[in-house]
């Protein structure tokens, strides 16, 4: 058994699997954030912003903030353009003094998206960083965070766990 989307039931509970991984990091020891503190818009018409993630990072001088945009997209087909075109990025990331805007996608991106996100990091004037993680590269981000498996994935945490009381 692998670890899979199949065990979430919805674009919400995605979402919150995504704040819940993002508000785990701080717990990370191999990473130079110190807090993270997650604001999720809710139920209804979000505006392209489900989550506005705060990271207050170290750099062993000075502490800084930097905020993310994300957005998941919890689709069985690809994520084209025209999913989030009613979405002005560069204005969005603006408008809540953020880095940068991250689309979570359950499925994969189309290259016309990859291709869009690309041309905006090279392009931007301002800076922003436009970035998207396909379905397997959010499970590889999860499957190291055991916290979240009972909670969000419970079949692949109850597999996983009898094979550990086997072995005992």
Known sequence: MNLSFDEISDGDHFEDLTAEFFRSLKNDAENNITNVEVFQSGIGVDGGKDILIEFDLSDEIKIFKRKWIIQCKFHEDTISPSKIQSVN???LIHSYGASGYLLICKSRPTSGLTNLFER????????YHYECWNGSQFLSKLLVKYD???LFFPKYHD???SFKTNQQ
């Open 159 to 161: 597999y996983i766990n």
């Open 89 to 91: 990025i560069p204005t």
């Open 148 to 150: 979240l498996h009972a």
């Open 120 to 127: 905006l990091n090279k392009e931007c004037k301002n800076n």
